[in-house]
């Protein structure tokens, strides 16, 4: 509970930062871009918008590490996108647009874990604490 507090406050404070400074602070954290994610809440149907970080985009497709800091259970906004796949996406400084997420396949996260913990060394880390394996999710444009 109190770790869900926390990851709530810091993504409040996230979320003024980027509105007052018109996202000229906050646009990166630890190297990787930030974008703004809105999912619709699996069990209230509400619309959550959070901020998270993205290691790798391949092309039109954003790749985002559902890793809630290593915890043992996956994040919230995880369950949403896996119940609710249809989201809406704003990189910093740019428009929103529909994607659709999706946990990204065993193949895909071989190929792609080992570019990300290389480039971003906390996921190992994460990895390290936690028991569960880290999903990664793909988001990929609305056609």
């Known amino acids: 509970m109190a770790r869900d507090r926390m990851f709530k406050a810091m993504n409040a404070a996230h979320g003024v930062l980027l509105r007052v400074t ?11 871009p930030v974008l703004e994610l809105t999912t619709t809440g699996r069990r209230s149907g509400r619309a959550h918008t959070l901020r998270l970080t993205s290691p790798i985009q391949e092309g039109s497709t954003i790749v985002l590490v559902a890793s809630r800091g290593g915890d043992d259970r996956n ?7 896996c119940a609710n796949p249809d989201v809406q996406v704003r990189p ?3 428009d929103w647009q529909a994607m659709r997420a999706r946990t990204a396949t065993q193949e895909e996260r071989d ?3 080992p570019r990300i913990v290389a480039d971003n060394r906390w996921y190992r880390g994460y990895e390290r604490r936690t028991e569960r394996l880290i999903p990664l999710v793909l ?3 609305v056609t």
Do not use: H, I, Q, S
Not at 22 to 32: H, I, N, P, V
Not at 75 to 81: E, R, S, T
């Open 22 to 32: 018109r996202g000229r602070l906050g646009g990166r954290a630890g190297g990787m």
């Open 75 to 81: 994040p919230d906004w995880y369950f949403n996108v």
């Open 92 to 94: 910093t400084g740019k």
């Open 111 to 113: 190929r792609l874990w």
């Open 139 to 141: 988001l990929e444009p």
